[in-house]
Nanobody, 127 residues
């Protein structure tokens, strides 16, 4: 069992930056590939970014590529999502998720792959 707590959301203007954090507890953090997802009102949850156990492999949705950066600090049991040049369409609740894996280099971008989820943090981007 692993517990995930997101933080760092807020209300910003278009073009601004935010950094989301997701702190994990309960198990060895480096045993988990991590992902960030988001869900906007009336829309399905979508994958935003994902990262392998030791950070060597990453994935980004096309909509955020070049603007968002996922990273992790296994010593701090934390995964981050740096979001730059935010747009109104980035407005959503952002969730982090964890998937236990034995593969060092794999990331996972389907929400079906993930076993544990945080409670979410709201990001609102005004135009």
């Amino acid at each position: 069992q692993v517990q995930l707590v997101e933080s760092g959301g807020g209300l910003v203007q278009a073009g601004a930056s935010l950094r989301l954090s997701c702190a994990a507890s309960g198990r060895t953090f480096s045993s988990y590939a991590m992902g960030w997802f988001r869900q906007a009102p009336g829309k399905e949850r979508e994958s935003v970014a994902a990262i392998s156990r030791y950070g060597g492999s990453t994935y980004y949705a096309d909509s955020v590529k070049g603007r968002f950066t996922i990273s992790r600090d296994n010593a701090k049991d934390t995964v981050y999502l740096q979001m730059n040049t935010l747009k109104p369409e980035d407005t959503a609740v952002y969730y982090c998720a964890a998937h236990h894996t034995f593969y060092n280099s794999k990331y996972y971008y389907s929400d079906d792959d993930y076993d544990y989820w945080g409670q979410g943090t709201q990001v609102t981007v005004s135009s």
